[in-house]
């Protein structure tokens, strides 16, 4: 019966609905190889990391990248899209819940042609905290991608300017309390 009402989702929505969903498709796609086919100029690199401007990014976002890092010997990897700066804190949470609007109950094709859903659920950023992260699930959770989460974060840095990313990693996220943002400008949830 699942497969048959998955069937029937794909062909009323269409696995390229919007811009957002098309380009995260590429990128969900590009996963299970480090973003090896993302990765475009090195922006910076240490002893067991380093940074990619990404090749590909939404439309209208300021940067996108892609982070690699070997440490505990295993190469860890993940893409990260800043889609929107802003001083106004009702502005950023508007644009923060119609990217949720775009991406919630999506549908997914990978590479190796298997369809998934994602999954998560709205959490409204209230001005008074500094950060907000929705986290997206694959589901059917299975195989390569059962870890493969989406973070969409609202955050803001020290200057008091609101940061929207996207974030794909299978990285668990770093202590949310530590939110000052540093000079490299990577959300807490990417750690690299």
């Not at 439309?59 to 190469?75: D, I, N």
């Not at 950023?125 to 989460?149: N, Y």
Request: aromatic share 8%; net charge neutral; hydrophobic share 40%.
């Amino acid at each position: 019966m699942a497969p048959v009402i998955l069937t029937a989702s794909l062909s009323a929505q269409g696995v390229f609905s919007n811009k957002t969903q098309a380009i995260l498709e590429k990128v969900i796609q590009d996963y299970p190889n480090h973003f090896y086919h993302l990765r475009g100029e090195l922006i910076d690199q240490a002893v067991q990391s380093a940074r990619y401007r990404s090749t590909i990014q939404l439309p209208g976002s300021a940067s996108s990248t892609v982070f690699v890092s070997t440490a505990a010997h295993a190469e860890e990897s993940g893409w990260t899209c800043t889609i929107q700066e802003s001083t106004d804190f009702e502005a950023a949470k508007e644009h923060f819940r119609q990217i949720y609007g775009q991406l919630s109950n999506s549908i997914i094709s990978s590479g190796d042609q298997k369809t998934f859903i994602l999954s998560g659920q709205y959490e409204a950023p209230a001005d008074g905290r500094k950060f907000t992260r929705i986290v997206f699930s694959l589901l059917p959770g299975v195989g390569g991608m059962k870890r493969l989460k989406v973070n969409l974060c609202l955050l803001q840095d020290s200057g008091g300017t609101w940061r929207i990313e996207l974030i794909v990693t299978d990285r668990e996220p770093k202590d949310e309390g530590r939110v000052a943002i540093a000079a490299s400008r990577d959300c807490p949830v990417m750690g690299f």
